[in-house]
């Protein structure tokens, strides 16, 4: 490796020799002739173009540059040197110098100078490349599935770094025209249907999908090839994920289950967001949950000013490190519950926006605490629309399919606050509102996988409630992508919901969760069926038979809304703050009887 005071004196030596070489190979190779017949010519030519070419070094720091990694950018930057120092050269000596000087050292001088940088820098990529081929030959031997721009970029990621401990030894890639042709020597060895064969034939270690707009389609592809075979394999995030990123190796993650949902995943504008969102200040409650957390980092992205509101101060703590690099950020611990709280927040922070993500959202554990659902999710969501002062432009409410047709405390409490918000934005009571379903969200905590992996790393069977039972699911990125775009689109009262396609029966979810791990559900690993928790139903439903549903002007999302008559906000404000009343002072309260009575009565009515 040449210190940086060697490659200088390279790059210097390279426009002070460009003079003397041009003319010895002007008078073919004669010395003598050139000493004694350009002596001028020799003299000015070398001192011009030498000190021209230390200026340009200085300028484009070529000494600065590592010569085992030269890339075509870096080559573009020594052409640009020369030319311009080549220019400069020709414009000087035709102004000021009137001996006799050859013009066809005008011509080679460049070539010479050229020659001289460049040589090197292949010469020591050359013998790097060499070394380093001696020295991953007991590295893992890596296949990547896409011959094209990232590809390529990975592989040099992995090539230049030995430490990976990966060696690429070939591409697969769908397009027919890059069959048997080479991508840096390395050879393009089939199509993607022919991974098992090429796997086995080259004994390949790991397998990197290389295609950023790759759809669901094609991942699980190349996965149903790939899993049998047992090796680790590794996904490049797609473009949605790379917002922002540069393509290295690091951004390589192992298969998820959402890159097995059998539909392409939904994406969102990031410039109309920060656009729309440009000089706002948002107020996120439960900031800290999978949701919140989510959708301040994408607001932080787009440089909003963000109001974090969580009972968790731990996780505070910890958003407003990550977060405040990015934007200005006012992190608060306090409990929606509160009303006076937020009020305070509200007055003193000046808020443009709330997104509404505190809630209990566990199913069976809301089924022993109704109290706490109430509290949370119900009291919680009329504080924050009374905390709305007039400069909140509108209140974006959390909900979930739960509340379809409400079977448990949990669904039965959001629904509740889906018909707070809409009463409120019906008695026009000054900001809009609007609400967002959310089916099952991945990743998020304490959701099925979480379990399922616990499960799996206890050697435990895991556990199905029912292999009949089938859900709607959705990314975080997704559920990120609804509240974000509901905030763009949404019509005062309006709730959305997500085209999630198909219900994905949870006994299949489990099959492909087990296939990521590496193993055979039923064979590999045991699975014990539950039988439903109380307040559990066979099938979610997006929509209840009452709503109407239309498109919007996002193609994957769509409003649905209900045509029955609200119910009148004064009668739904007394209801709640009278049970909120007796729960805080310990009154025996049969919390979801009483809601569900209320509810009956109240259509009658």
């Not at 200005?328 to 808020?351: E, T």
């Not at 443009?352 to 109430?374: Q, R, S, T, W």
């Not at 050697?459 to 905030?487: C, G, H, W």
């Not at 994957?556 to 119910?567: F, M, R």
Request: net charge neutral.
């Amino acid at each position: 490796m040449f210190s940086t005071r060697i490659k200088f004196i390279i790059d210097f030596l390279a426009f002070f020799l460009a003079t003397i070489i041009a003319l010895w190979l002007r008078l073919d190779l004669n010395i003598y002739t050139v000493i004694n017949r350009y002596q001028q010519a020799l003299f000015w030519g070398t001192l011009v173009n030498s000190i021209l070419g230390l200026f340009f070094i200085f300028y484009y720091q070529t000494y600065r540059q590592i010569w085992r990694y030269t890339s075509f950018r870096e080559i573009i930057q020594l052409i640009k040197a020369v030319l311009l120092v080549t220019a400069f050269f020709i414009a000087i000596i035709l102004l000021f110098f009137r001996g006799n000087f050859p013009r066809s050292v005008f011509f080679l001088s460049p070539i010479i100078s050229f020659g001289i940088m460049l040589i090197p820098r292949f010469i020591i990529g050359y013998y790097s490349e060499r070394s380093l081929s001696i020295l991953k030959k007991d590295t893992k031997k890596a296949l990547i599935v896409g011959a094209g721009d990232a590809g390529e970029k990975i592989y040099r990621e992995i090539n230049r770094h030995i430490e990976l401990g990966y060696r690429v030894v070939g591409f697969v890639d769908d397009d027919a025209r890059k069959i048997n042709s080479h991508l840096h020597g390395i050879r393009v060895l089939g199509k993607i249907d022919k991974l098992p064969e090429i796997v086995k034939k080259k004994n390949i270690d790991t397998v990197v999908v290389a295609i950023p707009s790759a759809g669901r389609k094609i991942i699980q592809r190349v996965y149903d090839l790939v899993s049998p075979l047992k090796i680790e394999t590794l996904v490049m995030p797609g473009i949605y994920e790379l917002i922002g990123k540069k393509i290295s190796f690091d951004i390589l993650r192992p298969f998820k289950m959402e890159d097995l949902l059998s539909r392409d995943p939904v994406f969102f504008d990031m410039q109309k967001v920060a656009a729309y969102f440009s000089g706002k200040r948002i107020l996120i409650t439960g900031a800290c949950g999978s949701i919140g957390s989510e959708i301040s980092r994408q607001l932080a992205i787009s440089g909003v000013e963000l109001i974090l509101l969580d009972i968790n101060e731990t996780g505070i703590f910890d958003l407003n490190n990550e977060l405040s690099i990015l934007t200005q950020v006012h992190p608060l611990v306090g409990d929606i519950r509160c009303l006076g709280r937020l009020k305070n927040i509200v007055k003193i922070y000046h808020p443009n926006m709330i997104f509404h993500a505190a809630a209990y959202k566990h199913v069976p554990l809301m089924e022993d605490n109704h109290e706490e659902a109430f509290l949370t999710n119900i009291v919680g969501t009329l504080n924050c629309i009374e905390a709305m002062g007039e400069e909140v432009e509108k209140l974006v409410a959390i909900s979930t399919d739960k509340a379809v047709e409400p079977e448990n405390m949990m669904g039965l409490s959001k629904k509740m606050a889906e018909i707070l918000i809409s009463s409120s934005a019906k008695s026009k009571l000054g900001s809009k509102m609007v609400v967002v379903r959310f089916g099952n969200v991945l990743g998020s905590r304490g959701n099925v996988l979480e379990v399922w992996k616990s499960q799996l790393q206890k050697n435990q069977p895991l556990t199905i409630t029912d292999p009949a039972m089938k859900r709607y699911f959705m990314t975080t990125q997704e559920a990120v992508t609804l509240v974000l775009e509901a905030s763009l689109l949404g019509d005062n009262g309006g709730t959305y919901v997500l085209k999630m396609g198909e219900l994905i029966p949870i006994l299949d979810m489990a099959k492909e969760f087990c296939k990521i791990q590496g193993y055979d559900l039923g064979k590999d690993v045991q699975y014990e069926v539950t039988g439903i928790r109380s307040g559990e139903k066979i099938i979610e439903k997006l929509w209840e038979d009452d709503e109407e549903v239309s498109d919007t002007a996002h193609q994957k999302i769509l409003k649905i809304v209900n045509n029955t008559d609200s119910l009148p906000w004064d009668d739904l404000v007394q209801f709640v703050r009278d049970l909120e009343k007796r729960i805080l002072e310990g009154k025996p309260v049969e919390v979801k009887i009483e809601i569900m009575e209320f509810l009956k009565s109240s259509s009658k009515n």
